[in-house]
């Protein structure tokens, strides 16, 4: 790569050269070479074929995950969410050391006590920058005092849920248990929560927490129309 200093009235290829505007720099570069045809067959582009499929499988079944989890996921900044989400999948995939490159996959990834562990306090809400103390046994215990309100909410709701994930047959189950409901001003410093009641799946067994928070208007919880507070913490794989 070259850059020419002289301003001037350049066409857009000389020979095996092609010339374009970068960062208000005229550039000289060789001709790559690349076509969708050398994509496809060039061993040179191998990798990146790899790398394609993989992606692909692995972000229809993210789409899954998210529709299972649609009604506790929080609705605003939806984008950030989706992101986040591949992209912490993704490196859980590449924990499937047993599948050739191309043909990695989440699922097998999850089967891995590594691939569990980078999923445990995963928060599907990215805006969420704090950590939450959390003990999981025959109940989840948390720790309150690191939780912030967002404004103007009065009332905080806490529950635990199981998504059950059928990889063979692609169907995703979210189950819920006993909603609790606490006021602001009155959360103790640590509470307990109910496990679902247990059901039989087979697959991938995630363990959620879910913290939303409310305001009462006329005698009637309602959620805040921000959502950006809401969270959705990963407990467990199993």
């Given at each position: ?77 939806n ?38 562990l ?17 003990v ?24 635990v ?25 009155e ?9 679902p ?40 794989v199993?």
């Amino acid at each position: 790569m070259a850059i020419i200093k002289t301003p001037g009235d350049y066409p857009k290829r000389i020979g095996n050269y092609v010339i374009y505007i970068s960062r208000e720099q005229i550039i000289l570069r060789t001709i790559s070479g690349f076509t969708s045809k050398a994509l496809k067959k060039s061993a040179k582009y191998k990798k990146c074929r790899q790398n394609a499929s993989e992606f692909g499988r692995l972000s229809a079944l993210c789409k899954t995950i998210r529709v299972a989890l649609q009604p506790i996921l929080p609705k605003t900044n939806n984008l950030a969410v989706v992101n986040s989400c591949t992209k912490i999948m993704r490196e859980v995939m590449t924990y499937d050391t047993i599948s050739q490159r191309g043909k990695r996959t989440l699922e097998a990834g999850l089967v891995t006590t590594e691939g569990k562990l980078r999923l445990q306090n995963y928060h599907f809400n990215p805006q969420i920058a704090y950590e939450l103390p959390v003990v999981l046994t025959n109940e989840v215990t948390l720790e309150t005092t690191a939780i912030v309100f967002p404004k103007q909410s009065q009332y905080m709701a806490a529950c635990v849920h199981y998504l059950h994930c059928n990889w063979e047959t692609k169907d995703h189950t979210l189950i819920a248990a006993e909603k609790v409901f606490y006021k602001k001003r009155e959360v103790p410093e640590r509470i307990s929560l109910p496990l679902p009641k247990e059901t039989e799946g087979t697959g991938t067994i995630f363990t959620l927490l879910e913290l939303e928070f409310y305001k009462q208007v006329k005698g009637n919880f309602i959620p805040m129309e921000n959502d950006s507070s809401k969270v959705v913490m990963v407990l467990q794989v199993e």
